[in-house]
């Protein structure tokens, strides 16, 4: 089982749509999650850090579920420059080092 | 601030060439690291540094050394290229280990014949 699982993908949406992705991950001594976000060929940037009580960011919100163990985001409204790819991140536990998703590619339609 | 460098932004190598993968960051984080992106695969760490004059391997560190003699440099050195090497390199740094974001660098895309 991989370390960090994320859905597949890809996901076409239209505008204005509400799309939702989850991430499973392994080690249950995790603390650190976060969702970051790639444009096609650039290199990843920090979209959100994924908190306990769950936080949002204007149409984005990250949720955390401890006891089963995933993470979610949800992007309300969707516009055409949200298309990218979402990568969940994790921090290893005990090795303490952030084990990458290998990400989920979402398309947003006109 | 210029954020993180890499130089070069393409590079074709030969099987069994060696060459250096610069990178330099300006924020004065402590933590630096390297990894590789390939598709389907995620991003593998490849080797870090929690300071000057200090690292440590990753997941996948054969074929590749690293030191750190600043800072704000983290050369990446491929000893004997493999067409496995190919891949695109991502240089990485951040204020910690892991509860901090990742600031990446723009990427180095080597193809390895």
């Known amino acids: 089982r991989k370390e960090v699982e994320q859905d597949p993908g890809p996901f076409n949406v239209p505008e204005g749509a509400t799309v939702a992705f989850n991430c499973t991950y392994s080690n249950s001594a995790s603390q650190s999650f976060f969702w970051y976000r790639q444009d096609c060929r650039k290199e990843p940037k920090l979209l959100m850090s994924?908190?306990?009580s769950g936080n949002e960011d204007g149409r984005f919100t990250a949720q955390l579920n401890r006891a089963s163990q995933y993470i979610s985001l949800l992007i309300r409204d969707s516009k055409l420059s949200d298309s990218a790819t979402y990568l969940c991140?994790?921090?290893?536990?005990?090795?303490?080092?952030?084990?990458f998703g290998t990400g989920t590619l979402l398309a947003v339609q006109p | 601030n210029a954020g993180v460098t890499q130089t070069p932004k393409f590079q074709v190598l030969k099987t069994g060439q060696s060459m250096t993968l610069q990178c330099a960051q300006d924020m004065n984080h402590e933590y630096m690291s390297w990894y590789r992106q390939d598709p389907g695969m995620g991003l593998r760490l490849i080797h870090y540094?929690?300071?000057?004059?200090?690292?440590d391997q990753g997941e996948v560190p054969n074929g590749y050394n690293v030191s750190r003699s600043t800072t704000e440099d983290f050369p990446l050195r491929l000893l004997s290229a493999a067409p496995s090497q190919t891949s695109v390199y991502f240089c990485?740094?951040?204020?910690?280990?892991?509860?901090?974001?990742?600031?990446f660098g723009p990427g180095t895309r080597l193809t390895v014949t």
């Open positions: 991140v994790v921090n290893g536990g005990a090795t303490n080092k952030l084990i």
């Open positions: 540094s929690v300071g000057a004059g200090i690292t």
């Open positions: 990485a740094s951040s204020y910690g280990v892991s509860s901090y974001e990742q600031y």
């Open positions: 994924v908190y306990s």
